[in-house]
């Protein structure tokens, strides 16, 4: 019983604590939720608007400019448009990525907390994760703004904050080493950028239901081979290029032929700048070398793939000469030798020779040298095109996710930017169509979704005039008649086309679209910007100036029928894989560059279309990769091609706020008394309730199915300003509601505590109470049966008193028990008994007398019985005949009463009274006497001496006289001799003796007053008894014989016998 209490109190207490640290997390929760979203609308001054939709004058493009300009300032790099975010590039390390900041931003809402790549990357997957569909985020801006260090820090976000297992943690490691190993192949150092993403990439992170991330897969789009054989100034090859020759092992270089220099390769040296401060090739090296082992390369695909890069490096430096009939040859290049085990005479041919097939015959026709080295780089861009594609599978096949139940994706598509350059080329055109396509894709899904949205809360849409790209990517793309088409069908058609026919035909076909110009089909003013190479595209994102030389090259791709089969003859196991015999030969001509990279664009589009998308706009602040500059211009410049502001104002062409009635409610209900603090109905009703009390005119809100959407951005910073002031009152009046709860609750335990106190209290006093009771009531009733049985006691045993006399009996007999009497003599000391025992009693009594009799019986010594048997003797004569014989009963008899005057007497009479056969030696009594003489009452002493015979009186052994017993008579009669006086100490004894030794019972008398006796035969004298103080016996004056005797002797009281 007593655990009870003692474990309630423990889980009390556990319980106390564990709701107090509940309590503590909500709050620092409820804080921490609370000072961001002040954050985000209080600090709308100082550090501008966190999201551009509450920016009151949103059509304008300076305020837009004014507000990222004053975040940039401020570090703040990152501003919502809704849910798009804008990213400016710092160019400087912030102290925004750290694992602090991903825990802070985990399972956060996405306004609760200041703009971040985190909380996008979050919202993202807590929608996947809460939806169970597919993502995708969609990250653009011009070369440098940002996008891939954009991707990489949401692929970091997530490898820190999904579920972590052993094989989870090995996909996440592929995942986030696949970066570095794609980088070094396919970024480059350009003007615009160091670590320029020379290809497009699109990463799925495929999640199991449990969020773990379980694999990935990579679709790369159109890398920039072109880079592999030239270089504009300042710029440089790709990475790995560099990376293989200055941070290579000796062993590796000399097995690859390498020398550790740069400048000895043609390809690595034509932009004048293999080395460049920000990049450190040899560290690089090693981290792709890791990264490699991790993504699990083999050994010989290690030795292969870099077998390939040193193959190209070779390559680029194989110089033609010019034979005498101005053909290609070959001569003493050693290049040759390290040119992937093709056997060089293959390779020779294949390099200086054309296949050309002609019916059934098959005929080499020589290169001239310019041939030749077109043949040469076509053939070094195949290798290492198809080997980054080779790289890109192979990566695939290590984040491939083996178990089949469904999963869920998120996408991240970091893909080239609008690109405009001096010059630009086949590349950008590329490029710029697929921005294009994006950004049609993005109207698409924005307008979708915000109409969706519309639809869905029952608000009345209203359309945004928008511009809509479609004319451009018509323009481009449409069959027969786009720009794709006609360069295709210039590539494809025999005769002599070129560049400058397919400019023709475009002029001719597509002339008055007014996207497109040319220096032929230009105005005046115009045509003084175009050169009549060029063609001039209005895309949405502005004009760029195309030079179309190198376009149908570039679109052909062309590698000669016989570059393909030399590289089949190689013993690269990797180029034999890229380089297949089943591969479809010339006959078919394959597709052209821009038509597959087409191709790839609308695959890619409909992957997209299938997925939720989330859009990371980044922003170039400057050319010259700078910290701290940002350059109005520019960043104005991609404002607009990045289609910030037509976002914008799509997302405020009805309402530039909206929130979920439950969170606007959470926020604002302190401003209104009726929804303070708890408001009872729906939220919506709520929310209604709240901004009637705070004025909204009905032009300024809407209410949807489940937001309220607030028009313009002054209604809601009205009421955020109003919750400020509000804030302070609330915060007193919360914490003195809380003090009053605890207080009460402190109370109410006390109380509580009291009341029990008391409970426990009066329980015990009742319970006391009723045990008194209890007895009281027990006690009148044995009173009761006490008296009744006392009044009925002698009434013969009945219900009534049986009890009583049980009692009484009992009592009786305990107290008989105690009190028994300690011996014979005590026996009238027998306890009283009650009536109802009078006779048990009575006959207990003489029980225990008997016992006792018998015990003392039992108990006594014979010479104890002879003793007694005397005294009985004595009792007999005397009992009740003479006045002091009672004190003399207590009074032990003796044999002799002479002691050592036997001893003295038997030995001086030893011979003396020998003659008395030996009269003494067996007397048996003796007892000094005093004799009184006849004559004139002389006392004498004696000693008087029983024998069986005879008396003798014998003085100093001495027999002087001797007294037959039968002499004694006991009569007056006189003796011939006289009487003979004697007074005796022990009379009683003596007598007694006297009487049994001399069997003279009957001759004792007891004479009172006094005795006559003779003192001779006729002569007589009296003896006179009286009492008296002291004890005396004299001749008193008449002659008598006087003896006093005093109460004190009386056991010597004189004899009164003769
Ligand atoms: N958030 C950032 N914090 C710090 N530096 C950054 C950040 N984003 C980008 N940078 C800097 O800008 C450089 C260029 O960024 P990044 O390579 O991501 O650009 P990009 O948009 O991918 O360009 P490209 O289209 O050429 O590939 C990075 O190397 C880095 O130095
Ligand atoms: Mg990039």
């Given at each position: 019983m007593r655990t009870g209490p003692t474990i309630t109190s423990y889980l009390c207490d556990l319980l106390k604590r564990a709701i107090h640290c509940i309590i503590k997390v909500i709050k620092e929760r409820c804080n921490q939720i609370l000072r961001n979203m002040e954050a985000s609308l209080t600090a709308r001054d100082r550090?501008?608007?966190?999201?551009?939709?509450?920016?009151?004058?949103?059509?304008s493009e300076s305020a837009f400019l004014d507000n990222l300009r004053k975040r940039f300032h401020e570090n703040l790099i990152y501003t919502y448009i809704g849910t798009l975010l804008v990213s400016v590039n710092p160019y400087k390390e912030l102290d925004i990525y750290s694992k602090k900041q991903m825990d802070t931003y985990?399972?956060?809402?996405?306004?609760?907390?200041?703009?971040h790549i985190y909380a996008l990357a979050d919202n993202v997957f807590r929608s996947m994760q809460s939806e169970f569909n597919n993502h995708f985020i969609l990250i653009s801006g011009e070369?440098?703004?940002?996008k891939t260090e954009a991707s990489k820090k949401i692929l970091q976000f997530y490898a820190v904050s999904c579920p972590s297992t052993k094989l989870l943690n090995n996909v996440r490691d592929r995942l986030l080493l696949s970066n570095p190993v794609l980088e070094a192949f396919g970024n480059a150092k350009t003007l615009k950028n160091d670590?320029?993403?020379?290809f497009g990439k699109y990463m799925d992170i495929q999640f199991d239901h449990q969020g773990g991330a379980v694999g990935g897969h990579i679709l790369s789009y159109?890398?920039?081979?072109s880079r592999v054989v030239h270089q504009n100034h300042g710029e440089r090859n790709f990475h790995i290029f560099y990376q293989l020759v200055e941070g290579g092992e000796e062993d590796l270089l000399r097995w690859l032929g390498?020398?550790?220099?740069?400048?000895?390769?043609r390809y690595l040296v034509q932009g004048d700048c293999?080395?460049?401060?920000?990049?450190?090739d040899k560290s690089d090296w090693n981290t792709v070398q890791k990264a490699l082992s991790v993504i699990e390369f083999g050994e010989s695909d290690i030795e292969h793939l870099f077998g390939i890069i040193a193959s190209v490096l070779h390559l680029g430096n194989i110089k033609f000469e010019a034979d005498v009939r101005g053909y290609a040859s070959l001569n003493n290049n050693q290049e040759m030798h390290w040119?992937?085990?093709?056997?060089t005479q293959v390779l020779q041919q294949g390099l200086t020779h054309r296949k050309i097939e002609a019916k059934t015959e098959e005929v080499f026709s020589p290169f001239s040298v310019d041939h030749a080295v077109y043949a040469r780089d076509a053939l070094a861009k195949a290798i290492y095109g198809r080997t980054f594609n080779w790289l890109v599978n192979k990566i695939n096949e290590s984040l491939v996710?083996?178990?089949?139940s469904r999963k869920t994706v998120i996408g991240l598509l970091d893909i080239y930017g609008f690109e405009v350059f001096n010059v630009n080329s086949f590349e950008q055109f590329c490029i710029n169509y697929c921005n294009e396509k994006l950004q049609q894709l993005f109207i698409q899904l924005t307008l979708k979704s915000e109409q969706e949205e519309y639809e869905m809360e029952g608000i009345e849409w209203e359309p945004v005039p928008f511009f809509n790209n479609k004319i451009i990517c018509d323009l481009v793309?449409?069959?027969?008649?786009g720009i794709i088409s006609l360069l295709d069908e210039e590539c494809l058609?025999?005769?002599?086309?070129?560049d400058l026919t397919f400019l023709e035909k475009m002029e001719e076909k597509?002339?008055?679209?007014?996207?497109f110009v040319t220096h032929k089909l230009a105005d005046q003013k115009t045509r003084k910007t175009l050169e009549r190479g060029d063609f001039r595209l209005l895309h949405y994102a502005g004009e760029v100036t195309y030079c179309v030389v190198g376009f149908l090259d570039k679109n052909n791709d062309l590698l000669y029928r016989n570059g393909k089969e030399v590289m089949r003859q190689s013993k690269n196991a990797i180029i034999k894989h890229c380089f297949p015999s089943t591969e479809p030969d010339s006959k078919r001509r394959p597709e052209t560059v821009v038509t597959q990279f087409k191709s790839s664009l609308v695959s890619l589009t409909e992957i997209l279309m299938s997925k939720e998308p989330w859009y990371v706009r980044c922003i170039k602040p400057?050319?010259?990769?700078?910290?701290?500059?940002?350059d109005d211009v520019l960043v104005r410049h991609q404002m607009k091609y990045l289609g910030l502001m037509e976002h914008l104002r799509v997302r405020r062409a009805g309402f530039a706020y909206r929130r979920k009635y439950e969170i606007f409610l959470q926020r604002y209900?302190?401003?209104c008394p009726e929804t303070w603090?708890?408001?009872?109905?729906?939220a919506a009703e709520g929310v209604q309730c709240l901004i009637k009390h705070l004025g909204?005119?009905?032009?300024?809100y809407k209410m949807g199915r489940t937001k309220i959407f607030i028009r313009h951005p002054s209604t809601l910073f009205a009421t955020e300003d109003a919750f400020q002031v509000c804030k302070h009152k609330l915060a007193t009046s919360i914490q003195a509601k809380y003090k009053g709860y605890r207080a009460k609750g402190d109370y109410l335990k006390q109380r509580e505590a009291a009341t029990k106190i008391e409970t426990c209290w009066r329980g015990l006093l009742a319970r006391k109470e009723r045990e008194k009771r209890a007895w009281a009531a027990i006690c009148v009733l044995i009173c009761y049966r006490f008296i009744k049985g006392f009044m009925t006691r002698?009434?013969?045993?009945?219900v009534d008193n049986s009890e009583y006399l049980a009692y009484v009996r009992q009592n009786y007999l305990t107290r008989l028990r105690d009190n028994?009497?300690?011996?014979?003599?005590?026996?009238?000391?027998w306890l009283t008994p009650p009536p109802i025992m009078q006779e048990a009693s009575q006959l207990l009594k003489k029980l225990y007398i008997r016992h006792m009799v018998r015990k003392y019986v039992q108990g006594i010594t014979p010479q104890r019985k002879a003793q007694l048997l005397l005294k009985a003797q004595t009792s007999s004569m005397f009992k009740g005949k003479k006045e002091n014989y009672p004190f003399s009963v207590c009074r032990p008899f003796m044999d002799t009463r002479i002691g050592k005057t036997a001893e003295l007497l038997s030995l001086r009479t030893g011979d003396a009274l020998g003659s008395f056969h030996h009269p003494l030696q067996c007397f048996s009594y003796s007892v000094p006497v005093v004799k009184y003489d006849r004559n004139g009452f002389r006392p004498r002493l004696r000693q008087l001496i029983f024998t069986q015979e005879a008396a003798y009186l014998v003085e100093d052994a001495k027999i002087k006289q001797r007294i037959d017993y039968?002499?004694?008579?006991?009569?007056?009669?006189?003796?011939t001799h006289g009487d003979l006086v004697l007074q005796c100490d022990y009379l009683f004894e003596a007598l007694t003796k006297l009487s049994l030794i001399g069997n003279q019972q009957n001759s004792i008398k007891v004479v009172q007053g006094s005795v006559r006796f003779d003192i001779q035969p006729g002569r007589e004298g009296f003896v006179d008894f009286k009492s008296g103080q002291e004890s005396m016996v004299y001749r008193a004056k008449n002659g008598h014989l006087m003896v006093v005797s005093s109460s004190k002797h009386h056991d010597k009281t004189m004899p009164n016998y003769y």
């Open positions: 550090v501008g608007i966190q999201d551009f939709v509450l920016l009151d004058t949103y059509t985990m399972g956060v809402n996405f306004f609760e907390l200041p703009p070369s440098g703004a940002g670590n320029s993403s020379r159109l890398l920039e081979k390498l020398e550790r220099n740069c400048q000895r390769y293999a080395k460049v401060r920000s990049i450190n040119l992937l085990g093709i056997p996710n083996k178990d089949s793309e449409e069959k027969h008649r058609r025999p005769g002599e086309a070129t597509i002339s008055g679209h007014p996207h400057n050319e010259a990769k700078q910290p701290g500059r940002f209900k302190p401003l603090p708890n408001w009872k109905g729906t909204y005119k009905p032009n300024e002698n009434q013969p045993v009945c028994l009497p300690k011996t014979v003599m005590e026996k009238d000391s039968i002499s004694l008579k006991g009569n007056e009669e006189s003796n």
